[in-house]
């Protein structure tokens, strides 16, 4: 498992070739990091880590909004596999626990693969 925060694009291949099997996190607001064209080039050849952002939706969103970002994270990330929904980054103590228990319970109750496969 490898960790690095930001656009790490441009590095994911190589990463892949000196065998990293999951990258740590898919910080899908940093730049060139579009969750559906990481998940199209690299998810057959690795397991994502991440995806549901710490900056904004779960400090700033609603439960409703929390969900509704991890079900959309699940149908593009999650698609044939591949996936360990997490934060993309530690949860601070900015974020409300309602919306550490919307993203957790969403997740238990949305994500079994091929749920919208």
Request: with cysteine.
């Amino acid at each position: 498992m490898f960790h690095s925060c930001g656009g790490i694009r441009a590095f994911i291949d190589a990463l892949i070739e000196i065998g990293v099997d999951i990258l740590d996190p898919i910080q899908v607001s940093a730049a060139n990091m579009d969750p559906a064209q990481i998940k199209r080039e690299y998810g057959s050849r690795i397991c994502l880590h991440g995806s549901i952002d710490t900056q904004y939706v779960l400090p700033l969103g609603s439960p409703q909004e929390v969900a509704e970002n991890v079900k959309l994270m699940i149908d593009i990330l999650g698609c044939g596999g591949g996936l360990i929904l997490a934060p993309c980054h530690v949860l601070q103590t900015d974020v409300p626990s309602e919306n550490v228990c919307a993203m957790y319970e969403t997740g238990h109750e949305y994500g079994a693969y091929g749920a919208k496969t």
